[in-house]
């Protein structure tokens, strides 16, 4: 098993940018193909980004290439998500999770953390 805590979310202007950070413990971690999902006010929650277990070849969702950049460093048992450019559209509670194998389908993520909230003013 596996915690998740994410942190770096905050109140920005659209063009600005953000990091978040979702930190782990649990030995499980280097195991995990690590995901970012993001849920904005009345909407489902979407796939933004996922990483395999050893970090190369990252997804993105449409929305996000070439904006944001999914990095993992199982040494430290740390997944970050680095946002440029943001646009209003961006605001949402953002979620780090961890999965057996790298997926874009939510139902595929067994451990998920609590949720970081970036708001992005027009």
């Known amino acids: 098993q596996v915690q998740l805590v994410e942190s770096g979310g905050g109140l920005v202007q659209a063009g600005g940018s953000l990091r978040l950070s979702c930190a782990a413990s649990?030995?499980?971690?280097?195991?995990?193909?690590m995901g970012w999902f993001r849920r904005a006010p009345g909407k489902e929650r979407e796939f933004v980004a996922a990483i395999t277990r050893t970090g190369r070849n990252p997804v993105y969702a449409d929305s996000v290439k070439g904006r944001f950049t999914i990095s993992r460093d199982n040494a430290k048992n740390t997944v970050c998500l680095q946002m440029n450019s943001l646009k209003p559209e961006d605001t949402a509670v953002y979620y780090c999770?961890?999965?057996?194998?790298?997926?874009?389908?939510?139902?595929?993520?067994?451990?998920w953390g609590q949720g970081t909230q970036v708001t992005v003013s027009s």
């Open positions: 649990g030995r499980t971690f280097s195991n995990s193909a």
């Open positions: 999770a961890a999965a057996a194998g790298l997926s874009t389908d939510y139902r595929q993520y067994a451990y």
